[in-house]
């Protein structure tokens, strides 16, 4: 694999091109086939013993930051985060002043690290990985106190899950960088004539420093990505985190860091941009000059903001949208309840995959256990939920906290009525542990195609089962919000190869993937890096995918240097 | 190869698969190794006889296109083109009144062309190349009487030169679009509970609609890659030529509509999109909603209001630059001064790549033949260019004609002394075959550094030799040279291993491409498809490369579909 060699690299970094070079092979060939494949067991068995939240509490991490005038935090007021499940992080970050240090500090560390090479920095990167996966159930701890997610999702989504689309993210990397040989021969015949001979080198270079713009659900999965994209290509990186979710980044930016310096590289390539109560230093980060890569996750309107603004940076946006499930028939009535009651449950809907909009004929549907109309499906569904939320314990393990006072206050409205007539209302839940918690399961609204338009977003544990004229109008409805309002996922149940082609005509033309049928422990919430590409950059959802070429390609230029052999 | 089954094609796009299967292997392996290759032979034999300019005259040209609600030409006043060489085009092309007509037919054809799938698509557009590549003698008089180009450079350039291009791109996306294989089956194990598994697709889709906004200089060579890589990825293309050079164009679109045809495809893939005098065509177009991807190569000016403006596309750019050589030593004086002389001789310098800016250390050069003054390196030079072109007929085969009156406005302005001191004055040439045709020799200023600002740049045959300090000043403003104007190419002469180490720093470091050291048949002007990259995407002349997978990789998305195996 190693079509380059690593002799001008630090010798700290030769052993780990040693160390990691089997992962990364691995890796690429798990890239190609997309077979299930980890490196990072998804099980808390094998990580040791778990790392209570006051562990983390009262530290402070990073304060030697280049730029470093102030503090983040400790007091919530001053910028300290609260766990959604009551206590106070208590934590202190640096506070640049003036950010401009921090982009400053970071092109000082760039040209060293573009030197090093493909492959020394993707090795660098698997090093960086296996440090923050042995640190897996700190991890879990912060991501669970910053998020709201119940234990059990925050170890696996913000540990291994998250670990395995960052080293994603650098073998994808590492592919597009080596697509073009480090030297070639080139020798052209002139007939009678002695030929041309040049030999040419091909070398990528960064872009230039990257902004990471952290979002508050899934700081490291969502962040990761574009984190482990950009400081694989060669560009430094600086971590602006949400404010409600800084720990899990500071987290990583500290390992980093640490692993950088050992491999005998400047640590300001990755640093943390953590700011104060309403700074807005996302918008004066991303307007500086030098900044030219930005990876977001987060808000429409300030999604939209970045790329029509930042306009010196190529702009990788994952953004709202509104996930569809089209209910045609189904020839495991039981088993797809149960689907959708985990996936409406899961989190408290509190994700960007997380189905919306349940569009269901009015006349029902054909299943197994003959025709279901529409009335009972909607009410074994709200059956399903309560039977899978049941009881409390277990409802929490699910269910987690409410992230944010935005989402409180929407279910509260749904709660309510005031989105629709509820077939299932949303339930207080309290855990033993975290009685502060602010617990809800989801509430499902009866809605009427004919009553005028879909329902928009609704972020948070709110989904709506809407009535259709039939199978044909789910299908256009799902089309049409695609395109207009964007998802981030699609699915569909039905028995009917005609459905099943209709349905996936639509999501090749409004540009979303789509789950058929799932009835067992695969979730059309959930994909698997090295396999499933989370987004498609084809709908105003998000214009990036995860992972794919494009995701990776521009991140880096290649210059030649040729000349006479 | 074929791990794509094009069972659902056309029997006459099947039939083309088994046609180009082999040169679709052979190019993928030249992409990877990046050694001369190329299946479209460069010499004029074997491709007939010439096409005379008036075999092309007095013609009518997809006149039957949609939308056509008038024509463009054949009269000048009415957007009728005019040779460089003086006669009159005279060829009538379609006119759509309504552009949005151009856009509604283009997207009409998409469907079929995005079911048809990556190696469909590539076949047919090989065919096309095969179509275009059999017509070379008349693109090569197309070319030569749009653009001013001498024959030679335009049947070369404008024709295998081209295809090669073309080739390039269509095979680069037919790479990019099957990094994932269509089907994948996932088995994730659980323990001692059966394994999940899951069947997973992957189909690539297009963006929508493409437009290529064509130049005057290289309507082919640097048309091709856009609209060839845009075709492939399944996006139908809008060809909106250059009002001076529509012809090249359009016979490639006319090429294109046969095999489409042929092929069992909608026509309206290809479009020309030509407009009348002052119509604003390429603005119209580019604001067009539905128009998705844009490539272009002209104007800095136009460039960037693309890139400012049509925000609903992603916009290719290749604009203008100031191309820097740094001549600091040779131990071939001889091989340098000709190999320059040809560099700034070639199709009159109106070449983005032609070298401009030539830094000299005003204390002069170590040679084999012993030190040389800057004086004499300056005189030497302009004696070499001189002894290049003093024939008129040789001059004539290499310089072409003048490509429009900007072009000849300057070096009217430059043989005035207007830019400097002439170290060589530019002539006018006398072609016995078309004494109408404007063509001048180069004109060689002299300039120093020291007297302020470098000159900017200054399209044509108008190079300044500039007096610097020493190398160590060359370096460093050819560094910011291409920082703050862009380039294409830079070029640097050394014998020092120390400077040749600090001029590929500035490259990578500035972002430009580096030809050291050409004393031989390798001109720093010219790029060979499937070896040298063309720009690279790293300094303001550009934002992409022919053609690497940034260039391919997100004019297509890829859609998943997953369910239960």
């Given at each position: 694999m190693a079509h380059e060699t690593a002799h001008e690299a630090p010798a700290a970094a030769r052993e780990l091109v040693e160390r990691h070079g089997a992962t990364l092979e691995s890796a690429l060939a798990a890239l190609a086939t997309r077979d299930y494949w980890s490196?990072?067991?998804?099980?808390?068995?094998?990580?040791g013993e778990p790392v209570a939240l006051d562990a983390l509490q009262d530290s402070e991490l990073l304060l030697d930051q280049p730029g470093t005038d102030g503090r983040v935090g400790p007091d919530p007021e001053q910028g300290g985060e609260t766990s959604p499940y009551g206590p106070p992080l208590r934590v202190a970050y640096p506070h640049a002043g003036d950010p401009g240090l921090l982009v400053a500090a970071a092109r000082a560390a760039q040209p060293a690290w573009a030197q090093a090479g493909p492959l020394v920095r993707a090795a660098v990167c698997c090093e960086i990985l296996a440090r923050i996966n042995s640190r897996t159930p700190e991890f879990a701890t912060a991501v669970m106190h910053t998020t709201g997610q119940a234990y059990g999702m925050a170890f696996q989504a913000g540990g291994p899950h998250a670990q395995d689309r960052a080293l994603e993210a650098v073998v994808c990397a590492y592919a597009e960088q080596t697509r073009l040989p480090g030297t070639a021969e080139w020798t052209k015949p002139q007939g009678k004539r002695d030929p041309l001979r040049m030999t040419k080198e091909f070398i990528p270079v960064p872009r230039g420093v990257a902004l990471l713009i952290g979002c508050n659900t899934f700081p490291t999965w969502n962040g990761f990505p574009g984190l482990f994209a950009s400081l694989a290509t060669g560009n430094p990186v600086l971590v602006k985190p949400h404010p409600r979710a800084v720990l899990p980044l500071a987290l990583t930016v500290q390992a980093a860091r640490e692993v950088l310096l050992e491999a005998g590289f400047n640590p300001d390539l990755v640093l943390l941009a953590a700011e104060q109560p309403g700074e807005g230093l996302a918008r004066t980060l991303a307007l500086h000059?030098?900044?030219r890569i930005i990876d977001y996750t987060g808000s429409t309107v300030f999604g939209d903001w970045l790329e029509d603004n930042a306009r010196q940076a190529l702009v990788y946006t994952e953004k709202a949208g509104v996930n569809t499930i089209v209910v045609d028939s189904t020839d495991d009535y039981p088993g797809m309840l149960a689907n959708l009651a985990f996936s409406l449950s899961l989190y408290s809907g509190q994700m960007c995959t997380t189905p919306q909009n349940l569009l269901i004929p009015r006349t029902g549907i054909a299943t197994e256990a003959g025709p279901k109309s529409l009335d009972e499906v909607v009410t074994d569904l709200a059956g399903a939920v309560d039977k899978l939320l049941g009881d409390d314990a277990r409802a929490s393990a699910l269910l987690g906290a409410i992230v944010n006072p935005g989402v409180l206050e929407r279910v509260e409205r749904a709660g309510k009525g005031e989105y629709g007539t509820l077939a299932l209302a949303p339930r207080a839940v309290v855990s033993?542990?975290?009685?502060?918690a602010l617990i809800r399961t989801p509430a499902l609204i009866r809605r009427d195609a004919?009553?005028?338009?879909l329902p928009d977003e609704c972020f948070g544990p709110i989904a709506f089962a809407v009535a259709v004229d039939d199978t044909a109008q789910a299908v256009e409805l799902l089309r049409e919000t695609v395109r207009e309002r964007g998802a981030m996922t699609a699915a569909a149940y039905t028995t009917s190869p005609e459905v099943e082609r209709a349905v996936v005509a639509a999501c090749l033309d409004a540009g979303v993937s789509l789950s058929l049928n799932l009835t067992g422990q695969v979730y059309v919430n959930q994909t698997a890096a090295f396999s499933d590409l989370h987004g498609t950059g084809a709908n105003p959802a998000a214009n990036a995918a995860y992972c794919d070429a494009a995701f990776v390609a521009s991140r880096f230029r290649v210059i030649e240097v040729r000349r006479h052999s």
């Open positions: 490196p990072h067991p998804e099980s808390p068995r094998g990580y000059p030098e900044v033993a542990e975290f009685p502060q004919g009553d005028g338009a």
